[in-house]
């Protein structure tokens, strides 16, 4: 015969192993805060935007197989930007002690579809490295590009800026504890069930019949320790007051 849980057995469950999803859920928000406050260690960001198009043209009107051209050629710019050839050259001037491919990981380049400028962004622990790295790639790369690719079309519309008091990009305490509490619960709640379905005593008249199948023929009550005093106590009391009536 099949086992069948209802509504009313889940929030029995539930309510019965509150205290141990409540403090499931804390420990997995505390322990979040900690490592994102005190042990990792902060990353900032710092970006550019640069434009993809011809200095000059002899037509008075825009091309728009030239803006096409300029667009596809973005895909091409973006491997560039983190070849070798340019990181090379921003290791040696700005005397970074990393290299070419620890550099490489630090940077992102992404582009809106069907336009000609794309962004340049670069993540480092220092807020001021991250400026200075993210400027020296895109004058390296403006300077290069016409070399290598034989098209004077780069131009960069917004160098990076130190900012008074940057933030942070990661880590993001607040949303790493939020996610720390949902796995909290999620955690809590199934160990609740997995408690539940490993206890196999039977506590309730309705653990008999759902178990055993068996039906209830009468029930024995519970008796306290005041139940089991109280006749003691009105023994005491009778003999008492027999002894003084004797007496008197």
């Given at each position: 015969m099949e086992e069948t849980i209802s509504l009313k057995d889940i929030a029995v469950t539930l309510r019965k192993r509150l205290?141990?999803?409540?403090?499931?859920?804390?420990?997995?928000?505390?322990?979040?805060?900690?490592?994102?406050?005190?042990?990792?260690?902060?990353?900032?960001?710092?970006?550019?935007?640069?434009?993809?198009?011809?200095?000059?043209?002899?037509?008075?009107?825009?091309?728009?197989?030239?803006?096409?051209?300029?667009?596809?050629?973005?895909?091409?710019?973006?491997v560039i930007i983190k070849s070798p050839i340019i990181l090379d050259k921003v290791v040696q001037d700005l005397d970074l002690p990393l290299t070419t491919d620890q550099l490489t990981e630090k940077i992102t380049v992404n582009s809106e579809q069907n336009a000609q400028v794309f962004n340049l962004t670069v993540e480092d622990e220092d807020p001021a490295q991250a400026v200075k790295i993210t400027n020296a790639i895109s004058k390296t790369f403006s300077a290069e590009v016409p070399e290598i690719m034989n098209v004077d079309n780069v131009k960069v519309l917004s160098p990076a800026v130190l900012k008074d008091n940057p933030s942070p990009v990661k880590p993001k305490p607040l949303l790493n504890m939020a996610i720390a509490l949902v796995v909290g619960l999620m955690a809590g709640v199934g160990l609740a069930f997995l408690l539940e379905y490993l206890d196999n005593t039977i506590k309730t008249e309705e653990d008999i019949q759902n178990i055993l199948q068996l039906p209830i023929l009468g029930v024995i009550p519970k008796i306290s320790v005041e139940d089991e005093k109280a006749p003691v106590s009105k023994k005491a009391a009778r003999k008492r007051m027999g002894s003084e009536t004797l007496e008197s």
């Open positions: 205290m141990l999803i409540a403090v499931l859920a804390a420990i997995a928000v505390a322990v979040s805060g900690i490592v994102s406050y005190f042990i990792l260690t902060p990353v900032y960001q710092a970006s550019t935007q640069i434009l993809v198009n011809q200095k000059s043209s002899e037509q008075p009107v825009l091309d728009p197989n030239q803006v096409r051209t300029n667009v596809e050629m973005i895909n091409t710019y973006s």
